[in-house]
């Protein structure tokens, strides 16, 4: 089993770190500083470097990195022509061999067209999901380059996984993500609970991640679009139908324009 640690980045990132006590990995550096600072405190050498797509903030570090260390750096197919640094393109179904553990690629598009996630069955106590931008709790990514079709089966796709997955994705984005959730489903009592967790954790300054799939399925409202809470209230804010990718849609649209209050 694999130690998973999340790194501080810029302003609102997280750097997601894999070890086995000597050797290490890290998903998605936006900067290289957090992950030096990390390696060489706990004295491991960084042997890969996995990309899930390529906005900056995901992967500005690598150049650094990999001017210290000669390592394996991983992105989707086509990335070598696009990210500086890649070496090995992979793309869906793709197998990994890192640190003694497997890893799948799997093809996610909607937030990039490019976007992949990288599953590990083994890494972590249940199995650990590297997301990027395309789930997040109790939310999911921005429609950048994609299309809410392909954002909605790529999380249909992730939401497979088994419940004990931990889902480690690229930002602190929860409390905005569980205020736009409670609007959704207010009477939700899973959510509400686990928003009073979070906002401990917050005031703390300690990360609301890693989530895990089982808790996603009960708060996160672009994985509940079949449940008639949801539906209902898509349908009052404008949704034509009432199917899952009506309701996703609609959900996405009514979130992009949704302010927190504070």
Not at 164 to 188: G, I, K, M, Q
Request: glycine share 8%; charged share 20%.
């Amino acid at each position: 089993m694999l130690n998973i640690s999340c790194l501080p980045a810029l302003s609102d990132n997280y750097i997601w770190m894999l070890d086995n006590g000597s050797d290490a990995l890290v998903v998605d550096p936006g900067e290289a500083v957090p992950v030096l600072a990390e390696i060489e405190r706990r004295r491991l050498q960084l042997t890969a470097i996995l990309l899930t797509h390529h906005h900056g903030d995901h992967v500005d570090g690598v150049p650094a990195l990999t001017a210290r260390d000669d390592v394996d750096v991983y992105g989707p197919t086509g990335s070598a022509a696009t990210i500086p640094g890649v070496t090995c393109e992979v793309g869906d179904g793709a197998e990994l061999e890192l640190l003694g553990q497997r890893f799948e690629v799997i093809a996610v598009p909607g937030h990039t067209l490019d976007h992949i996630a990288y599953y590990g069955a083994q890494a972590g106590a249940g199995g650990a999901l590297f997301c990027g931008d395309t789930l997040f709790s109790a939310g999911c990514g921005r429609l950048f380059e994609g299309t809410a079709v392909q954002m909605h089966a790529s999380l249909q796709r992730l939401a497979a996984l088994p419940d004990a997955t931990a889902v480690c994705c690229a930002h602190e984005y929860t409390s905005s993500n569980l205020a736009f959730a409670v609007s959704v489903e207010p009477d939700n009592e899973v959510l509400a609970r686990h928003r009073a967790a979070c906002r401990v954790l917050r005031a703390a300054d300690q990360p609301t991640l890693p989530t895990t799939l089982g808790l996603e399925r009960q708060i996160n409202p672009f994985l509940r679009c079949a449940v008639p809470t949801v539906v209902a209230k898509a349908l009052a804010q404008g949704c034509v139908g009432d199917t899952e990718l009506a309701v996703f849609t609609r959900l996405r649209l009514m979130k992009d324009g949704f302010q927190m209050l504070t």
